[in-house]
Nanobody, 120 residues
Framework: VQLVESGGGLVQPGGSLTLSCVVSGSTTSLNCMGWFRQPTGKEHEGVASIATGSGNTYYADSVKGRFTISRDNAKNTVYLQMDNLKPEDTAMYYC???????????????WGQGTQVTVS
């Protein structure tokens, strides 16, 4: 399974960005996709996840009401729409996938390389 993120960049506070994650390889057994972020010098934290079958979504309290995770199964792509961005959202954002519905746990099996989001 390979994950490739895109869509990061520099944005002003209050602005929006949409991250994309294209999944390839043996994807049929994957049940959960997640977005995580790692600010410089800090640990990974779960941001949002989606169960690929049911479509159930989970969000960190810090992003509820501002971020939206969605998926397009036909395109094997997961999106993270980020609105009303704040400087504290600055981080490297990673896409992750797993066979189990891990929600925001950090023990996902597959990870992308990350895309940088800077809010300033």
């Amino acid at each position: 399974v390979q994950l490739v993120e895109s869509g990061g960049g520099l944005v002003q506070p209050g602005g929006s960005l949409t991250l994309s994650c294209v999944v390839s390889g043996s994807t049929t057994s994957l049940n959960c996709m997640g977005w995580f972020r790692q600010p410089t010098g800090k640990e990974h934290e779960g941001v949002a996840s989606i169960a690929t079958g049911s479509g159930n979504t989970y969000y960190a309290d810090s992003v509820k009401g501002r971020f939206t995770i969605s998926r397009d199964n036909a395109k094997n792509t997961v999106y993270l729409q980020m609105d009303n961005l704040k400087p504290e959202d600055t981080a490297m954002y990673y896409c992750a996938a797993d066979f189990y519905n891990l929600q925001l746990a950090r023990s996902y099996t597959y990870w992308g390389q990350g895309t940088q989001v800077t809010v300033s």
